[in-house]
């Protein structure tokens, strides 16, 4: 199996060198630079990441997107840290949400008493479609 590139000034030449700490390492011959292989870890789809991140920054929890998407919520923890999401705070409004097919979308928008007083966003989910509604906290 031909390596990599190397990380150092792109050349496809190169010999392996050794193992360090169980990984291969490798030498280029054109810049004499050693460097090890990556680990190909697990990758989510950027698909995910974003719609993840999307349904943070309406006010899901993190359990609540595990449940939808199917992805650890420590792994939405780690992204909204890594590209440091900040959610706005707004205590007047609360997010309710349902999953529904194409056909209950369209009935649900016929009915003007469900989309009355609240903020509503749909988002794709595969086959099926994510309304997040925000109603105004009753006092």
């Not at 190397?6 to 390492?25: A, E, F, L, T």
Request: proline residues 2%; contains cysteine.
């Amino acid at each position: 199996m031909k390596i990599q590139i190397c990380p150092n000034c792109n050349s496809d030449r190169n010999i392996k060198s050794g193992i360090v700490n169980n990984r291969q390492r490798y030498k280029c011959k054109e810049c004499q630079y050693f460097f090890s292989v990556n680990k190909i870890g697990k990758k989510i789809d950027d698909y995910y990441v974003n719609k993840s991140l999307q349904l943070y920054l309406e006010g899901l929890s993190y359990r609540e997107i595990e449940r939808i998407l199917g992805i650890s919520h420590v792994s939405i923890m780690n992204w909204v840290k890594k590209y440091n999401i900040k959610r706005p705070y707004n205590s007047n409004y609360h997010p309710t949400y349902k999953i529904l097919n194409g056909i209950e979308l369209g009935e649900y928008f016929t009915n003007t008493i469900n989309i009355k007083g609240a903020g509503v966003v749909v988002t794709e989910l595969g086959d099926k479609f994510m309304l997040i509604k925000w109603e105004r906290f009753k006092d």
